[in-house]
């Protein structure tokens, strides 16, 4: 049987530890909470657009725009949006193991890749492959800038044909239990057309040059989309595995302390029998 | 005078701000604009500059960093990268990234920066001229 002091010392760190892990289910609670409003309120701006560009595109000539050709696909570039740490449960590990999976299937020597967070970044880097930017440590102070940033240079990678098509991996938020991973494809665009918008409409400049400047804001937005999606979902995992392990600890808490009670009592009776028997060999 | 339905939506900030109103006034790439009741349905590109609208003959002014005006029967959306209304603008915070901007400005060397950089010189004054607004 351990002796008392060790088991009094193991419960004492777990303690600390149940401590710790309490708090950042509360850090990561909060930090969910702020990052689902923030997905609420780009949600709007991200319909309108998206409806604005679909009231225009029946009007526009699609060949006129780089950002909507399709091209027979001979390198893919892939946007692997992960966190920048870890204890968020399976939330990295899910992720980069279905990235990679669709990259091997390709080929990895076919594949850019746009490393968004720290453990995809290092993931990707210590198994060779070909990164071509990554965007680390920024997710404290997330702003729409950094959307705009990483979009930007994804545009760029596409427009200037080096690769014919760009998908992105990203965990979705579907409620607090649960978390998807995706991957979709962003480039090109594919829109369907509507019909019935009135051909009787005003555009200031062409058709044309209000396309080309809409459909890059609308990347940044679905860019700044799955910056926010993949946030609130690192912090839901979080909260969860922290969650888990609070109470793992609290188990543990109480299984220590049976044996440290059975442990004292049996010290107790050693003893007591030791007084016991002493006694009696005196009284003889 | 007539009115109609007005939605400015933001990426940031949701949307922000419902209601009827009279006349609204954006900045188009090639001078301001107005629009009233009945206007003519379109799209137009708005660049950085200020938004006038009147509500029930109240006038506001807001700052923007330019975006989209669709124009859709009787509603008139604003799509825009960001807005802040004249009295929600720190007229020193603006001063302050207006010297920044500046600043960088004088000691800028490289070309792809100066396109930022002027930029962001411009969105700082627009919002110092809103501001006094």
């Known amino acids: 049987m351990a002796n008392l002091k060790d088991i009094r010392d193991r419960i004492k760190s777990v303690k600390s530890i149940q401590k710790v892990t309490k708090a950042m289910k509360m850090v990561a609670a909060a930090k969910m909470r702020r990052a689902q409003e923030r997905m609420e309120q780009s949600r709007p701006y991200s319909n309108s ?23 027979d696909v001979k390198r893919k570039a892939y946007v692997v949006v992960s966190a920048d740490r870890g204890l968020a449960g399976a939330f990295n590990t899910n992720l980069l193991k279905i990235a990679q999976k669709e990259i091997d299937e390709f080929g990895k020597e076919n594949v850019d890749l746009f490393c968004i967070g720290k453990k995809s970044r290092d993931h990707f880097k210590r198994r060779d492959y070909n990164i071509i930017e990554s965007h680390v440590e920024f997710w404290a102070e997330m702003k729409f800038e950094n959307a705009m940033m990483i979009g930007r240079s994804i545009i760029d990678h596409f427009t200037s044909g080096q690769v014919d098509e760009i998908h992105v991996a990203y965990n979705y938020f579907l409620n607090i239990a649960h978390q998807e991973v995706k991957s979709e494809s962003l480039l090109p665009l594919v829109y369907e057309s509507v019909e019935g918008v009135s051909h009787n409409r005003l555009y200031e400049p062409s058709k044309e040059e209000l396309v080309t ?20 979902s690192e912090q839901a995992a979080r909260m969860l595995s922290m969650e888990n392990a609070t109470s793992n600890a609290q188990d543990m808490i109480k299984d220590l302390t049976l044996q440290f009670n059975k442990a004292r009592q049996a010290a107790i009776t050693t003893e007591m029998l030791e007084i016991v028997g002493g006694a009696e060999a005196l009284g003889k | 005078m007539n009115v109609f339905n007005l939605e400015i939506v933001t990426p940031i900030r949701g949307a922000l701000d419902k209601g009827q109103v009279g006349y609204v006034r954006c900045p188009g790439l090639d001078g301001s604009f107005g629009i009233m009741a009945n206007h003519q349905e379109g799209i137009f590109a708005l660049t950085v500059g200020e938004i006038k609208l009147t509500r029930d003959g109240q006038d506001e002014f807001l700052a923007t960093g330019g975006g989209f005006a669709e124009i859709m029967g009787h509603t008139v959306k604003l ?11 720190d007229a020193q915070r603006a001063e302050k990234s207006l010297d920044r901007a500046r600043t960088r400005k004088s000691e800028q060397d490289s070309e792809l920066n100066e396109v930022r950089i002027e930029a962001s010189l411009t969105r700082a004054l627009n919002r110092l001229r809103v501001s006094k607004r």
Do not use: G, T
Request: glycine share 0%.
């Open chain 1, 49 to 71: 657009l998206a409806e604005v560009i679909q009231h225009l595109l029946p009007d526009v000539d699609r060949e006129m725009l780089p950002l909507l050709d399709v091209r």
């Open chain 1, 213 to 232: 400047s809409l459909i890059p804001r609308h990347l940044n937005v679905q860019m700044w989309k799955y910056l926010l999606e993949s946030y609130a």
């Open chain 2, 79 to 89: 799509l825009v990268e960001s807005v802040e209304k004249s009295s929600e603008i």
